[in-house]
């Protein structure tokens, strides 16, 4: 009964690079969340994967970011040529289903801390 | 477009007392409002989900009201503990148009003192 898993913890990167952050849902979620929250803000929803319909990236801030994931497994989220901006905590999050009137709680994994120098 | 507001931003109380945190959204078009906790440097710890049919929730030492025609939700912590020292995060669960998310406030952080 593992929970929803991140990695790598915490990255630091130079402006310009590329970088991946990978999140490991709980088995059986179909649905998966991408948010992020910079110092001193609230969280903001990023993308978001239900089973293998088309994501919803409404929430992505800009091109140089993007998401995949493959069935209900793993995804990533890829941001391109950081920015200082770009600095906050990635929180990814599972949930069993979505769609439906019943609510099913989202499950938060620890996060990715990135920075950008 | 759906705002969720928390008040206090923080807050500090001595052990032992009872309190009340206080969550509001602009839209009631949602499907539930989920409370969490988050400690520094960690993720979201989930305490409490209320469906939009439930009125409440409890859970320990904890209670949460919701009343969604009025956009507002309140997190009750009785007899409080220098553990729950934390921020408290209220978030809303919208479904629209084949997507959803969970809309966020900014949190209220709560000291309680020894």
């Known amino acids: 009964g593992a929970g929803v898993s991140q990695s790598p913890s915490n990255k630091v990167t130079e402006k310009g690079k590329d970088v991946e952050l990978r999140c490991d849902p709980i088995?059986?979620?179909?649905?998966l969340y991408w948010y992020r929250q910079r110092l001193g803000q609230g969280l903001e929803f990023l993308i978001y994967?239900?089973?293998?319909?088309?994501?919803?990236k409404s929430g992505l801030p800009s091109d140089r970011f993007s998401a995949e994931r493959t069935g209900e497994s793993v995804s990533t989220l890829t941001i391109q040529r950081t920015q200082q901006e770009d600095s906050a905590v990635y929180l990814c999050?599972?949930?069993?289903?979505?769609?439906?009137?019943?609510?099913?709680?989202?499950?938060f994994g620890p996060g990715t801390r990135l920075t950008v120098t | 477009k759906q705002e969720v507001t928390q008040i206090p931003a923080a807050l500090s109380v001595p052990e032992g007392e009872n309190l009340v945190l206080n969550c509001s959204f602009t839209?009631?078009?949602?499907?539930?409002l989920q409370w969490f906790r988050q400690d520094p440097g960690k993720g979201l710890t989930s305490l409490l989900l209320?469906?939009?049919?439930?009125r409440e929730q409890t859970s320990g030492r904890l209670n949460a009201s919701l009343d969604k025609s009025s956009g507002r939700s309140t997190l009750y912590i009785a007899a409080s503990q220098p553990g729950d020292s934390a921020t408290y995060l209220c978030?809303?669960?919208?479904?629209?148009?084949?997507?959803?998310?969970?809309?966020f406030g900014k949190g209220t952080k709560l000291t309680v003192n020894p």
């Open positions: 999050a599972s949930s069993e289903t979505s769609g439906s009137s019943y609510g099913y709680e989202q499950y």
């Open positions: 994967f239900q089973g293998n319909s088309a994501p919803d």
């Open positions: 978030a809303v669960r919208q479904y629209r148009g084949g997507s959803e998310k969970l809309v």
């Open positions: 088995s059986g979620h179909t649905a």
């Open positions: 839209d009631s078009a949602i499907y539930n």
């Open positions: 209320i469906q939009s049919s439930q």
